[in-house]
Each structure stands twice: as C-alpha cells, then as structure tokens.
C-alpha cells in the first residue's frame, strides 16, 4: 500500500514563501507524484505535478511562475517551493500519485497539510 505523508504547513505572511514536502513509501515506482489543493469552500483542484525522473513539471495557471516542484534523487520525496504567497493560496494541500504521466489518475492521497496566508 502506498503512503504519503505531507509536512511544512503553516501560517505564513502574504508574500512570503513556503516549502512543503511529501514523503512517500510503499510500491510507487514509476509513478507521478502531484500536489493538489482545497481552500474553505471550494473543490480540490490541481497545483503541480512531477514525473517520476523529475524531468517534466506542470503547473496550474494560478501558481506558474511562483512556485516549484520537485522530487529527490531517490525520487521518495517530493516538494512544492511555494514563492510569492497569496490569500487565494490558503487552502489544505494534498500530495497524490499517479501511475501514468498522460491522463494520470491520482489513486492515492496524503491526508494533507494546511497552509494559511495572512495579510
């Protein structure tokens, strides 16, 4: 059974940064690993995702540009640099992994870790 465990939340000024990570364990070789998000309110939606070689990245429209993602060398590990934080990026945020890059589907969560963006 594959598990993922989030870390680095918090509460943090607007415009300051934050880095999150994710651990994971279990069989995931060859999977995509991706961060979703779900503010007060709204539905869960995508932020970032990582190829298993670390190679390709993608990004949602509201965080391109101002935040990274990445994962370690023993591809275990993996972490979302969060730059250039907003009130809009208050939300819970989910680590997933997907077996396929093309058409991925998320089939295992973390249980999420909280970040609140203060004025």
């Known amino acids: 059974q594959v598990q993922l465990v989030e870390s680095g939340g918090g509460l943090v000024q607007a415009g300051g940064s934050l880095r999150l990570s994710c651990a994971a364990s279990?069989?995931?070789?060859?999977?995509?690993m991706g961060w979703f998000r779900q503010a007060p309110g709204k539905e869960r939606e995508f932020v970032a995702a990582?190829?298993?070689?670390?190679?390709?990245?993608k990004y949602s429209d509201s965080v391109q540009g101002r935040w990274t993602i990445s994962r370690d060398s023993a591809k275990t590990t993996v972490y979302l640099q969060m730059n250039s934080l907003n009130h809009e990026d208050t939300a819970v945020y989910y680590c997933?992994?997907?077996?396929?890059?093309?058409?991925?589907?998320?089939?295992?969560w973390g249980h999420g870790t909280n970040v609140t963006v203060y004025s």
């Open positions: 997933a992994v997907a077996p396929t890059w093309d058409s991925p589907r998320y089939n295992h």
């Open positions: 279990g069989p995931f070789s060859g999977y995509v």
């Open positions: 990582v190829s298993w070689d670390g190679d390709s990245t």
